[in-house]
């Protein structure tokens, strides 16, 4: 069974935002929207202080609270981990906002471009108003995961049907993969290293890893 | 207008939440007193509340609940589409209240048309399961702290009767038969009620842990609902049973208040006491050969200091 995950190494990161920027770029989010962000933690006091950055998005929980409360069924769980929305079901309600204890989720109820109320050119060609008044998140691209079902490419192994987040770190922290696949990039580096999961004690299972020290 | 800027740490932090408005709120406020309502109306009539107050008191629940989901209908962003509330039963609790919403108005609306005892006491039941999917709703949400917790359930469950009950005191006051000091005497036992599961709550909140500002907000709120929607009704209450002068208007303040009281109490939890969880690091990343940091969750106190209400 398949369960893609990404393992994001907190070492790594150096807060470009570059992810942030693909995402964006990638799935057309308007204005204020960022399924992807970047997280800048600063921490202690004068003079052990620390900075942190942390990247985070939807975790697609393999126990997703947004999933049990959604009352239409447009909230639903794949087969292969990833939390999916249906925009013709969703009535915009904000129950599984509410639920998300990520901050993963976001409405939109009015469209807004870039430059006001008239979208220039390329916002206009990719603008969707299905995705007005309802709730969206990250998808971890999931366009590119099912075309890998058609070329029998691999998640993360080629880019093509990679998240555009992951292909855009520029310093290599973000991983995606089957974790049930021991062979994969992601299995292995999270054998090798000391991680962890968001608010595991909530109970959400989340599907993002965060290195944090070797093994 | 010029938007607040927010430091890019500052995202990390529990923020007050904004996709339930006061339209959400009222259909926790309105749905919540009228399904309260509906039972003490139940309760009432088999201790002997007229015809003519027990019609109201159905009418006014009706009317509370109906007002309450209309509010929200307007505030979802598809509500062309609202009728796919009903997919999901399984698991959702806000579809159980649409379908329960459904056999109240069925039930209620029989009553009034028939009169019948045994639909309004029926009405009641359903107006309980109305009130306990609406506390459910609120706690199953996970990304709020402060609904989350398992004490809010009896909290929302009790506020819903306390006001149900003082809604049915004002109801009462034109009531010809005596039913009135057995009206007072509920709504005197759901107000301590009310008090003490907003006690437990809050206790249980703040030894299990909430976001710093979640707690500012709940706490300022006590000395407020302890005056408002606990003391001055109960004051009232305790003076229109010993037959001082005035009973009914006695009865109807004591009423008007305990509403009031759990009214402030929701808003206040459904809307400025709702900050989201926000994130958290149990370890920061070690960098080069240092050791690794400390666990940070910005927003609340250091993990494992107790708090003191």
């Known amino acids: 069974m398949t369960r893609y995950v990404m393992s994001i190494d907190l070492r790594r990161c150096v807060g470009c935002q570059t992810c942030t920027a693909a995402c964006k770029g990638a799935n057309a989010t308007p204005p204020g929207i960022q399924w992807r962000r970047v997280l800048d933690i600063e921490t202690g006091e004068f003079p ?120 855009s770190c520029i310093s290599g922290a973000m991983q995606f993969g089957d974790i049930e696949d021991a062979d994969s990039s992601v299995s292995r580096l999270l054998k090798e290293t000391q991680h962890y999961r968001m608010h595991e004690e909530l109970g959400t299972e989340p599907s993002v890893y965060y290195i944090w020290d070797q093994s | ?100 919403a459904l056999t109240v108005f069925a039930a209620g609306g029989l009553a009034l048309l028939t009169g019948a005892s045994a639909l309004g006491v029926l009405a009641g039941i359903l107006g309980l399961g109305f009130l306990y999917s609406q506390a459910r709703i ?22 819903g009767l306390a006001e149900g009950a003082g809604f049915l005191a004002c109801v009462a006051t034109f009531s010809a038969t005596s039913s009135g000091s057995a009206v007072l005497l509920g709504l005197l036992v759901l107000i301590a009620v009310r008090a003490w599961f907003w006690k437990s709550y809050l206790n249980g909140l703040v030894a299990d842990g909430a976001p710093d500002a979640a707690l500012r907000v709940l706490k300022a709120l006590g000395p407020r609902l302890l005056l408002i929607g606990h003391a001055l009704p109960a004051l009232a209450v305790a003076a229109a049973l010993a037959g001082m002068p005035g009973r009914a208007a006695l009865a109807t303040a004591a009423g008007i208040l305990a509403v009031a009281g759990g009214w402030v109490l929701k808003f206040t939890l459904v809307r400025r006491a709702a900050f989201t969880q926000g994130m958290a690091l149990p370890h920061l990343p070690v960098r080069g050969k240092g050791p690794s940091g400390p666990a940070v969750k910005p927003g609340w106190k250091i993990i494992g200091q107790a708090h003191k209400v």
């Open chain 1, 48 to 167: 052990d202080v620390r900075r942190t950055f942390l990247p985070i998005a939807c975790m697609h929980c393999a126990n997703p609270p947004c999933e049990a409360v959604c009352p239409t069924r447009a909230t639903t769980k794949r087969a292969d981990g990833l939390v999916a929305i249906d925009y013709d079901l969703c009535i915009g309600c904000a129950n599984c906002v509410m639920a998300c204890p990520y901050d993963a989720r976001s409405i939109v109820h009015e469209a807004h471009f870039a430059y006001g109320d008239t979208p220039m050119a390329s916002e206009a060609k990719r603008f969707d108003p299905d995705r007005i008044g309802v709730s969206m998140k990250c998808t971890f691209c999931v366009d590119r995961i099912d075309l890998a079902a058609i070329t029998g490419q691999i998640p993360g192994v080629d880019p093509e049907v990679t998240p555009a987040c992951v292909n």
């Open chain 2, 1 to 100: 207008m010029k938007k607040p800027f927010i430091r890019a740490s500052g995202l990390a932090s529990p923020k007050q939440q904004h996709n339930w408005d006061w339209r959400a709120a009222s259909n926790f406020i309105a749905g919540g007193a009228g399904g309260g309502l509906l039972l003490c109306a139940a309760l009432a009539a088999l201790a002997g509340l007229d015809a003519f107050a027990m019609r109201a008191a159905i009418l006014l629940g009706l009317i509370l609940i109906g007002g309450g989901l209309t509010c929200v209908w307007f505030e979802i962003g598809r509500p062309w589409r609202a009728m796919n509330v009903y997919r999901h039963f399984s698991s959702s609790w806000m579809t159980r209240e649409a379908v329960v």
């Open chain 2, 138 to 159: 609120l706690a199953a949400n996970k990304g709020i702290p402060a609904w989350r917790h398992s004490a809010s359930i009896p909290l929302m469950v009790a506020t």
